[in-house]
C-alpha cells in the first residue's frame, strides 16, 4: 500500500511559476516510477510527466515540455513538479501516481493516486 499527498498548488499569474510535491508513505517509494497527471473540468485526466525509480528517465506530454521538470528525491520518499511558463490552459487538479504496469502515458498503468491539488493559472 502506498499513500500520496500532493501540495503546492495555488493560484498564479500567467508566465509564473508552481512547484508541486508529493510524499510518499508506504510501501518502498524509490523502486516505483512516479507519475503526474493532471485533469481540467470537464476533461478527462491526462499524462504530465513520469520519472524512472532512479531518475534516469522522465518522460513529458508535449503540451509541457521545455517548461515543467519532474524529479524526485528517494531520501525524502518525495517527486516534484517543477512548473514554469505557466498558461491558462494548464489549470487543473493535478495528481501524482505510482506506476504499476504497462504504458507511462495511460491512467490505467498507475495503482496509486494522491487526491490532487488545484492550480489556477490567470491571464
Known amino acids: 500500500q502506498v499513500q500520496l499527498v500532493e501540495s503546492g498548488g495555488g493560484l498564479v499569474q500567467a508566465g509564473g511559476s508552481l512547484r508541486l510535491s508529493c510524499a510518499a508513505s508506504?510501501?518502498?517509494?524509490?523502486?516505483?516510477?512516479m507519475g503526474w497527471f493532471r485533469q481540467a473540468l470537464g476533461k478527462e485526466r491526462q499524462f504530465v510527466a513520469a520519472i524512472s525509480w532512479s531518475g534516469g528517465r522522465t518522460d513529458y506530454a508535449d503540451s509541457v515540455k521545455g517548461r515543467f521538470t519532474i524529479s524526485r528525491d528517494n531520501g525524502k520518499n518525495t517527486v516534484y513538479l517543477q512548473m514554469n511558463s505557466l498558461k491558462p490552459e494548464d489549470t487543473a487538479v493535478y495528481y501524482c501516481?505510482?506506476?504499476?504496469?504497462?504504458?507511462?502515458?495511460?491512467?490505467?498503468?498507475?495503482?496509486?493516486w494522491g487526491q490532487g491539488t488545484q492550480v489556477t493559472v490567470s491571464s
Open positions: 501516481a505510482a506506476y504499476y504496469g504497462g504504458s507511462y502515458y495511460l491512467e490505467a498503468s498507475y495503482g496509486y
Open positions: 508506504g510501501r518502498t517509494f524509490s523502486s516505483d516510477t
